[in-house]
């Protein structure tokens, strides 16, 4: 009933209408010779360069805006059709949240097709004349989807070869309060963003390209908008890698051991429950099993109470933590604390939580805890392993395989980073003592707020804790649950979501990453029912053997 032709799709043996190409052109003003040496001339020179057809500017990183970038109405309504009717998957992980189909690059839909033609043929060497950077013919584009609450956090585009990204809208009717902005970030004297500084909204029919380099942080703010969907074609030019900037590394966070502390502290503030020595022998033994637990009701109801209370009461002082390509959330100042907040950041401080941690979860975080025989029998490996204290923790709690695997992992980043990798010197101050250690904070999360996986993530053997405060209605799809994954992986080992007056307890190794997810527009719901509520806090410590 068909016939013969589509059973034999042969390129010549499609019907005319299809077999017919479709032709897209761009820009006629763009490609005016006197107007393409302006443009040129701009770039070279690194100046602003404002016409109807092209606006480049260079704050704060090198950026083009080309609007009406291709000639007919009926050629894009074409391609959006084709674009809609693709596949798309959802992309999900610590950086981003959004719909992105399959590569376009062999593609046969005509539109699709026209269009990679002239991005990669025509524009391309339009491209390479004004920028003199001899761009390859490598095709790279995708079409992406973003819809409410989507977002791309703050990235720098950096891949080997990329050196000009673009971005081609094809945007219903939109404005600012819609989100879903291309924000563009200024950097500090480290080359690390610090703050928006431009943000472009998308338009219909607009291309947007900029230069691919170590400064060109920019974000795709999450789009607030219910009904209305941003879609997009993004890829990259390739060409020549450009030599990158050493990579920096941030400050060590100074790590302390134990305070003096008499366990009568324990008694003032911790449920009763968990101070049950059969109890704890419970715990360490699920804990030893997962690798991880949650314990309810942590603090005792009026100790929890009292604090909930002078969080709420506003009188702390927050301080913004950034830069942005890692982490954006408020920290505590502790020297304004007031007093009973301060007594619990002493408390997980304290010795004798210390040693509670240790009879929880079998770690010598304490030199009382009694764990000596059993390091004896089951870590020969790691004690012999090059990072001494660290790797008993690895023992502990895997087959021989997690006990050695992490240790080589250290070894090998030790010699290949020796000139600037802060890590080896750590690693030999804990060679040098054998204290156990912490670090904490007291941290506010709100909407917008997030941390994220970086290049130069550290990865140790540590004990995470966190204790959450005002999270009642708090729901998995706001975001702000701490997420685990495997090293090199997007798949989640484990998330610990917020939830009031519960102590989780996560033991990783080498291996393991952690991050915040963004905390996005859903969030607000909290409102309906807690309206003097933004968020919520957590006290967040790392305890090192």
Not at 138 to 167: N, P, Q, V, W
Not at 178 to 190: K, P, R
Not at 457 to 469: N, P
């Amino acid at each position: 009933m068909n016939g013969k032709r589509p059973a034999e799709p042969g390129p010549g043996l499609t019907g005319k209408k299809r077999k017919k190409e479709v032709m897209a052109e761009f820009s006629d003003a763009v490609t005016e010779e006197i107007l393409k040496r302006q443009v040129a001339d701009a770039w070279s020179r690194r100046t602003p360069f404002r016409h109807e057809a092209i606006i480049m500017d260079m704050d704060p990183f090198l950026h083009c805006v080309i609007p009406n970038f291709i000639q007919s109405q009926n050629f894009l309504e074409g391609l959006q059709k084709e674009l809609l009717n693709l596949d798309f998957h959802e992309k999900y992980n610590d950086l981003y949240k959004f719909q992105q189909s399959d590569d376009l690059k062999k593609r046969r839909e005509p539109h699709i097709c026209a269009l990679r033609k002239i991005l990669f043929e025509d524009f391309r060497a339009w491209l390479s004349d004004i920028s003199k950077i001899d761009l390859e013919s490598t095709i790279d584009m995708s079409c992406a989807k973003y819809e409410f609450s989507d977002a791309l956090l703050c990235h720098d585009d950096e891949l080997e070869g990329r050196r000009i990204a673009f971005i081609l809208y094809l945007v219903p009717s939109w404005d600012r309060s819609l989100g879903g902005t291309l924000d563009l970030y200024n950097v500090d004297e480290h080359f690390q963003p610090k703050q928006i500084v431009k943000s472009l909204i998308p338009s219909w029919n607009t291309l947007v390209f900029f230069e691919v380099s170590p400064v060109s942080f920019h974000q795709v703010s999450e789009v607030l908008s219910e009904e209305k969907s941003r879609l997009s074609i993004s890829g990259w030019f390739h060409g020549p890698s450009v030599t990158r900037p050493p990579t920096y590394f941030e400050p060590l966070i100074p790590r302390s051991p134990h305070i003096p502390q008499d366990h009568e502290i324990l008694y003032d503030w911790i449920n009763p429950t968990y101070l049950d020595m059969d109890y704890q022998i419970q715990i360490q033994e699920e804990f030893e099993e997962r690798s991880e637990i949650l314990l309810k009701e942590f603090l005792k109801p009026e100790k929890f109470a009292e604090v909930c209370e002078a969080l709420e009461k506003g009188d702390v002082k927050w301080s913004s933590r950034g830069p942005p390509n890692k982490r954006f959330y408020e920290k505590a100042e502790e020297s304004t604390l007031p007093d009973i907040l301060k007594d619990c950041m002493a408390l997980f401080r304290s010795e004798a939580v210390f040693l509670l941690l240790s009879n929880f979860t079998g770690l010598k975080l304490h030199f009382l805890a009694p764990s000596e025989e059993d390091e004896i029998e089951g870590t020969k490996e790691g004690e012999a392993a090059p990072a001494s204290e660290s790797t008993e923790e690895g023992t502990s709690y895997g087959s021989s395989e997690p006990e050695t695997n992490p240790a080589a992992v250290g070894d090998n980043s030790q010699q290949s980073d020796e000139h600037t990798d802060p890590e080896p010197e750590e690693s030999e101050a804990q060679k040098e003592s054998s204290v156990p250690t912490c670090q904490g904070e007291l941290r506010h999360w709100q909407t917008g707020h997030y941390t994220l996986i970086h290049d130069n993530s550290k990865t140790e053997f540590a004990l995470d804790l966190l204790l959450y405060c005002g999270c009642e209605g708090w729901e998995p799809e706001y975001g702000g649950f701490t997420s685990y994954i495997a090293k090199g992986e997007d798949e989640e080992l484990l998330t610990v979501n917020p939830e009031n007056n519960s102590l989780a307890l996560v033991y990783r190794d080498r291996e393991t990453l952690k991050f915040v997810k963004h905390i996005n527009h859903r969030s607000l719901e909290q409102k309906k029912t807690f309206p003097n509520r933004t968020g919520f806090w957590d006290f967040s410590f790392v305890y090192y053997e």
